[in-house]
């Protein structure tokens, strides 16, 4: 099978067969090395709600340096580096306007340094780092990540027929479900016995968090946001929009300005911080603002549910060669129910088989 659009395509259509919950319309960021175009995505008519991204290992090890050759990519190379990893288009600007001078006396890798400038959303880091559910990251390292997941089990290659890469790719993926089945039952029996240390609605909020999230998102995430929002105040002003600043930081009503490090949620909005906004989370200030744990079906951590409300869940790289969807936020997690009919993708790769419960 070769790395084609057609490939691609009837890939996506195979994990909406898979699982009915997931559709191509949920995606959100497509990483690729290129291979990707317009026209896949074209093709499910999601081009108004994803974001298609250069990946950022290939675009500095592979792409750039063949574009502009080894010499000047070495002068430049500091500059790109900063123009895919910038947080504001000013950032963004300023490296591209160095690295241009740089390149002044040769107008023909000027050209090719303007359109990468003139294509920010699939270069610049400011638009990813901007963009909901990104998870901090700048490429495919999961997919990467899960190939030599790959490789360490099965070994570095071997003339299998396919029946028989499938056969070992089942197996390795056997091995896989007990053990994340170990964790979640040793998590569930937990969550029978819990008893919480915080008062009130913290005491509240931090049970219904342990029984509805998973060990990691909750530790990560909502403890956090739940001790962070204890140091925290906020303000509801007329307009219906919340203020939150520190406890330590005095404010009094007679003042118009809040303090410098406030964070103000707009009626009905999500918190603008850059930690909700890479997560899809619930922050510590939209706890410190809503006193409870909230659970919505487009936060991060928890999409999925089984009945007893236990989050069952496999980290499944569903992504084919050099390319990771990140879809609505999550780190693409599937729910892992006690008995999976495990299905099955088959990439360009035959040692990147996936197979889902």
């Known amino acids: 099978m070769e790395e084609s659009t057609e490939t ?13 919950r997931w559709s191509p319309p949920s995606l959100r960021i497509v990483f690729g090395d ?22 950022y290992y290939h675009n500095m090890s592979e792409v750039f340096p063949k574009k502009f050759g080894e010499h000047f990519f070495a002068i430049i190379k500091a500059y790109l580096k900063a ?28 050209d090719l ?25 700048k490429g495919g390292v999961a997919a990467e990540q899960n190939h030599s997941s790959v490789a360490a089990y099965l070994g570095e290659g071997a003339t299998w027929t396919i029946a ?10 056997k091995d896989i479900v007990r053990r994340h089945m170990a964790v979640e039952d040793n998590l569930h029996s937990y969550i029978r016995v819990y008893k919480t240390t915080y008062q009130g609605y913290e005491g509240l909020s931090d049970t219904e968090a342990k029984q509805a999230l998973p ?11 739940l001790e ?3 140091r925290l105040q906020h303000r509801v002003l007329e307009s219906g929009d919340a203020v939150v600043w520190k406890a330590s930081e005095p404010w009094s009503v007679t003042e ?39 659970l919505s079906g487009e936060r991060t951590v928890c999409s999925f549910l089984s009945p007893k409300g236990q989050h069952k869940y496999v980290e499944t790289c569903l992504s084919c060669a050099l390319h990771h969807i990140v879809e609505a936020g999550r780190k693409v997690v599937y729910p892992l129910l006690p008995s999976p009919k495990v299905k099955i993708v088959i990439s360009s790769n035959l040692h990147t088989t996936h197979m889902v419960g």
Request: hydrophobic share 30%; aromatic share 12%.
């Open 164 to 173: 028989e890469n499938i056969y070992q790719q089942l197996r390795r993926h």
């Open 215 to 225: 060990g990691n998102a909750n530790k990560r995430f909502f403890v956090k946001a």
């Open 256 to 294: 118009q300005t809040p303090p410098d490090d406030a964070v103000t949620i707009c009626s009905g909005m999500r918190c603008p911080c850059h930690l909700r906004i890479a997560h899809n989370i619930q922050c510590a200030h939209e706890f410190c603002v809503a006193k409870k744990f909230e």
């Open 83 to 110: 123009m895919m990893e910038s947080k504001t288009e000013e950032e963004w600007t300023s490296a591209y306007s160095q690295a241009k001078q740089r390149l002044c006396f040769r107008p023909d890798k000027v």
């Open 228 to 230: 962070s929002g204890a």
């Open 34 to 55: 290129h291979k990707v175009s317009m026209s896949l995505i074209t093709a499910h008519g999601i081009q108004e709600t994803y974001l298609l991204r250069g990946d």
């Open 8 to 20: 691609y395509y009837w890939i996506l259509q195979t994990l909406h067969e898979m699982e009915s």
């Open 113 to 137: 340094l303007d359109a990468i400038y003139e294509n920010p959303t699939y270069y610049s880091g400011y638009v990813l780092y901007n963009h909901p559910g990104s998870l901090n990251m």
